[in-house]
């Protein structure tokens, strides 16, 4: 890289003279490009050209309602209706969340008193181990009390239940009742509604640019700068536009202003899309970053664009500032001689397999 380029702003300030110059180190920086038809390029015009990189954030909150239960210990029970879903507010958390947030919320307001439907508001059951008897039947004479004969021939008794033929129900203190675990015998359970949220975020990106810039090169460009940011609450009835409006009003670029009809397109098509019954959007962010660029457009006599025939003996490269070595940062798809240029112009050809951008 021999020559030396003076510092230049990143969007289209660079002196038509020098900006060739440009184009020229980043042929020289290819491997497979030759620098030849360069040498003899024409400066024709320069156009202002810009590029977007739009990131939509949406925080989805996600809703249900789980009835739960315990004994009643004497609480109070406003026994309040349960509302819609939504209807319970709290404090929001960042639009941006890394991981899904989970929290619940008990609405001791709709806390009721009721009898155990368990033991039928009696707190004591009947024990199912002995059926209420508060015995049963020995299993290992199977109720006979017979334990067999000695060698003698003598009968003796079952030596399980000492020839009762039954034996007492451990379970319930030969009682034949239990009480009830459900309402801790007591008869009555608290029954209450708890709220479960899960907060999650939502994000895209989309690109708008009057270049054929791909995404990913918008993506990877140092020399975007923020633009518009929105960072707000979204209410149930808001839309796309009318959140846009105020902020989109404010743009600064008039020659190519972002296309809110395109944005609106991705939000409900990515996000809104996704609301239903248990979910809604809690909260918008948009970062809106700008890359300004400088279309430059150049002859190269003796060659033609393959690319774009109808610009003939004209090319067109993209220049979006510099990277932190100070290269120039160019986008281009139709320099002519962009493969195998290393083995001369005569082999030099363009070809879309060995096209490097
Ligand atoms: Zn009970
Ligand atoms: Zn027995
Ligand atoms: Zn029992």
Known sequence: MGNKIEPTKTDNCVPATSILDLMKIYVDSKLCYHSDPMKTAEFIDQHDRFAYQIDLWTLIDKRKFKKCERPYNGEPSPNENLRGLFDYEYELPDTVLKRSKHEYHN????RQKTACFSCGGEGIKTCRSCDGQGHSRCWLCSGTGNGGTTSDNVPISCLFCSGKGYTDCSKCGKTGKIHCRHCGACGYLLIWWKLEINWFTIHSVSYQTNTPM????????????DYLIYNEKWSYFDTFHGQFEADF???????????????????????????????????????????????????????????????????RFYYYGQDKKNRPLIYENDYPLNACGCFGVGCAHRSMCCTIS
Not at 107 to 110: A, G, M, V
Not at 214 to 225: D, Q, S, V
Not at 257 to 278: S, Y
């Open 249 to 315: 009003a404010k743009q600064s670029n008039r020659l190519y202003p972002v296309k809110v009809d395109e944005l609106a397109k991705e939000f409900n098509k990515k996000h809104l899309n996704i609301t239903r019954k248990d979910r809604r959007i809690a909260k918008l962010k948009w970062n809106i970053q700008i890359l300004k660029i400088a279309e430059v457009v150049y002859e190269l006599e003796g060659y033609t664009n393959e690319h774009m025939k109808d610009l003939s003996h004209r090319f």
């Open 214 to 225: 791909p995404p990913r090169k918008i993506l990877k460009a140092p020399t975007k700068e």
């Open 107 to 110: 609405l001791e307001q709709t």
